[in-house]
């Protein structure tokens, strides 16, 4: 969901990669650093066609193809340890309990790359059967949810805001450190007030 907002925002294609299993789309992006040098970056976004619990062969396909260090291999996953539209980054480290990370560490036979992990909440009564959560992850946002995800996450990933600052870990932690402040300070003007707008 997130790729194909980031895809739509930068009028990319997404393409059937056979060899990889997956929808791609190719790009260049041009960056100004902290030291004001103009950098260019060649992106790679994937979409894997398998199941998620089994996508990993065609991450690690992808990243021997494209002889890509996993220190510039992101992982995009929904995250029920976080409220829903809370974005955090973390590099390394187990799965946490998800199946598509997991498949990735597996395949890769290495865990040392970053995960941008967006929160979607957790079942109601945070029931943690597996019946439950296979039904919970599954399901469609509301509409609710899905206004949340689009005024509050979607946002972030613009040119000149998170896909610019994700090129470095250290700026991204950052800009989402300020993100985070911001929407603090939303949310405690909104509680004093009641409704209101931007």
Sequence with gaps: MVLDHIAQHLNLTWKQNASWKSDTTQTILKIVSPKDELQEYHVTFLKPRKFMNISGSCVAQAVKDLSIPLSNLYIFHDDMQRDLSKVSLKTGGSANGHNGV?????????????????????????????????????????EQEMNQLQTTVFPMWTRDHGLEQLMDTTRFMAFLKERQKKSKKAKKKKDEWGEWSE
């Design 102 to 142: 997991k498949s990735v560490i597996d395949h890769l036979r290495q865990h040392e790359f970053n995960r941008v992990r967006i929160g979607i909440g957790r079942p109601p009564a945070d029931d943690r059967s597996h019946d439950v959560v296979a039904d919970y992850v599954l399901n469609k946002f509301t």
